[in-house]
């Protein structure tokens, strides 16, 4: 009986064949008729469906008599099948792009024609109807023992099967279940879906069954991407089908509700609602794994909490248990983990493209965010995070607050916001403010102590993320965090679960958290701020402090930056700025004031210092080392602003105090040493000569010729020697501190490269003018590469660049120099003095060059900041008092006698000489 069925199948399959072979004969005869310049593709058809006819009918007649196996009709008829499925695209093609009758020419309609040669869709079916004819000339003309096993082979390099899946397995796309947005709405990820279509696709080997997972953290849209894949492609695809895979009893309950999809038609009764759960998930893995059934794709969603030979779960399952039982297919799985072995991945990341993130919130929000300032500064924060975005959007769409109300309310009234959050279709019953709980759920499953660490990760920075931050702080009487960081190797054992979860990311410079999900550590983990966690993150990042006499400690501190402003966090500010502070902490606090010093940050460095420094002589008295040293310190910090009258009191206070500890301490010498810089800067030179000596006789004799100390002292006594025009002195010190430093330091610490400045500052003093270009040069690039654009030393290089210009004769360079200047000292609130300096060379140069207009506007900016500032001394003044006598002079030459009289009296010059400001 089956084998009548089969030769009966095969009989009709071929009268269809050859009906709709004639059909697409007539068309093109019309283009034959009248021209032979018709496209080659369609010729080739032409010619061969009457051969392949004639084929055609030896094989009806083998299969009404039954000369044919079953096997063998079975094999044919899928190759039949496939060509009428072929052929009938083609006409419905033609049909739709070459009208009959008058109201297409012929020449429109042969046009029509060779365009369509160059469709693909066009080219494949015509490539794949040729494959099929090839097919079953090759069955006629083949010895039959052989038949069979070549036909095999055939019909698998032309992906053929041996089933009708047109009629049998075709279901379309069924994603009605799954928690989609409208179409259009899915923005981005390019790249990722044209990597699941490599992956994924039916045309790429059929043989094998393909699993693809999507991974990420919660947020990033891996459900979405799915389904902008399926929709995209669904046209390679038999049937698509999405199951919700977030647990086992869910996807049991999916598998079920799809086996009413796939069995509503079938001729089999053995799927009635009477078969229990089991065997309905075992037929529907039958109905997968049906010979012929290679072209579905299923995806499977949301599976974020496997149970694998891999990964320990109380609550998990293993996916693969409900497979299809053949491997053929694709299965893309959506999940958090990163443990799936046996699938391809695709990870996902946030979104970088600003454009994007700026169109997802103008479809939410229903607003016009393209240019508007305040929304690029929210998808800033958001940090590219899809899911994070439309929260955003949809709030703002239901709300007459403006974007900038809401990111305040983001960052001050967290809680309120996730109290008051409604879900968003796509994600489920998940919302920014939740999705991360499910996967610290897991972590905490497997190991307590990681979840903790995941809280303690709040109080840190989210970047920059290394063992010696908490193993330098576990002594703070957390048994946990003592046991996590008991090695190295125990420790990134943690991280490696918090990142197999999706909760934190590894790149090549180590571990980090993404914005939102560091947000969410602190506001949903930390609804009250531990205190004790507080001061283990204090202690860790201030313990790694390096000074400035530390061979690395640039490239150290600046991974310690962003943790150092969590510490800022409005939430920590009550144990920041408490009353009582034990002298740990004070240390903490002082070595936080180095660390923003060290990154030419004055105004954060000043009240780390200031407050250290008061608590230490109130806690510890004024003679001991801690407290000497901070005042120390916060001398030097006066000195870098400027502030030379407050750094000269500091200094000589600590040199009173240091006089007991005998006259060749080295901290007594290092004072000394300070206290001359800042009569250098003072134009003191004589005075700062005597510091300078006196330091330098004790640093040779203590710690000897080549001790940084010393070297540092003899870049000084070069700076005096410049001043003094003994250059040849001068000379010699400069070299002989760079050579020190280079073999002490290396070539591009940031001491060598200010001892190359000096050397630079020299020959331009000279009129080496070449020779000083070299060497600033070499400052600047090293400075950029080694503190970065924005280090106030690196911009003092750039100002000294546009000095060097002006005496070339250069003055575009010299203004484009100095406007860098003021543009990056306008960002540094603690330098003012540099600020007013640069805006005064600029405005000289204008003055120069008859610009009087742009030269008077910037001496009045410089002398409107002062007045505004309150009282300066030192260099800073003499800036000051050399801008008000040329914007004098300025008026005087315009006929604006009275401004100029106005200036005169305000501001007396009259002792003001021109070296008192140092050359640079």
Known sequence: MAETIAFVGLAAAIVQFVDFSAKIIKRLDEFVAATDNIPECFRDIKAQLPLIVNTLHSIRVQAESQHLSEVAANALKAVVDRSVEEAHTLIVILDKALPKGPSSTFQVRLQALKSLACDKKVQKSVDRLLQHIQVLNFSQNTNSCETIGRLSQELSKSSITSSNTTSTFSFGLNIGNAPQIRDGAFIGRESEIEQLKEYLSPQNTVSTQ????????????????????????????????????????????????????????????????????????????????????????????????????????????????????????????????????????????????????????????????????????????????????????????????????????????????????????????????????????????????????????????????????????????????????????????ALALLHEYSLIEVSATGYSLHHCVHDWALQALNRVINEQYFRVALRGIASNVRTEHDKDYWQNNRMLVEHAIRLEHHRFSSFLNGETLDHSCLQDLWLLGILWATQGDHLRAEPFLVRAFAGMKRELGTKHISTLRSAIDLGNLYLNQGRLSDSEQVYQLVLEEQETLGPDHQALLTTCNNLGSTYYSQHRLVEAQQQYERALNGFEEVLGLHSVYTLQTVDNIGLVYLCQGEMEHAEKMFKRAVTGYEDALGPDHPRTLAAYHHLGELYYCEGRLADAETMLHRVLVGRTRVLGPEHFKTVNTVSSLGALYVKQGRVLGAERMWQQAIAEFEKMPGLQAQLDKQCHNLGRLYYDQNRLEEAARIYQQVLERSAKGGETSGFHRGILLGTARDLAALYHGQGKNHEAEELESRYDWSDLQEDQWPHF
């Open 210 to 493: 393909k699993v693809v997972a999507i991974t990420g953290m919660g947020g990033l849209g891996k459900t979405q991407l799915s389904l902008a894949f399926a929709k995209q492609y669904h046209h390679e695809y038999s049937s698509i089908f999405w199951l919700n895979a977030k647990d086992e009893s869910t996807i049991k309950q999916s598998l079920v509700s799809l086996s009413r999809i796939i069995f509503s038609s079938a001729q089999s009764s053995s799927t009635s609602g009477h078969a229990d759960e089991d065997q309905i998930i075992h037929q529907i893995r039958q109905w997968f794994s049906q010979q012929g059934n290679d072209r579905w794709l299923l995806l499977l969603d949301n599976y974020d909490d496997p149970k694998l030979p891999s990964i320990k779960s109380s609550t998990g399952y293993d996916i693969r248990l409900y497979f299809p039982f053949r491997s053929q297919g694709a299965i893309l799985i959506t999940t958090r983990s990163r443990q799936l072995r046996f699938a391809r991945e695709v990870e996902l990341h946030k979104l970088d493209n600003e454009h994007q993130n700026l169109e997802i919130l103008s479809n939410r929000s229903r607003r016009n965010m393209e240019n508007d300032p305040d929304a690029i500064k929210l998808v800033k924060r958001l940090n590219g995070l899809p899911l994070a975005l439309a929260t955003a959007g949809v709030y703002l769409s239901q709300s007459s607050e403006s974007v900038n109300e809401y990111l305040d309310a983001y960052e001050t009234e967290w809680q309120e916001l996730s109290d008051n959050a409604k879900e968003l279709l796509e994600y489920g019953d998940r919302t920014l403010f939740s999705t991360w709980s499910l996967s610290l759920d897991q972590v905490r499953a497997r190991d307590a102590d990681t979840a903790e660490l995941m809280r303690l990760l709040a109080y840190f920075g989210p970047q920059d993320i290394r063992y010696e931050l908490f193993q330098r702080a576990a002594d703070h009487g957390l048994p946990w965090l003592s046991a996590l960081t008991e090695n190295k190797r125990r420790f990134h054992r």
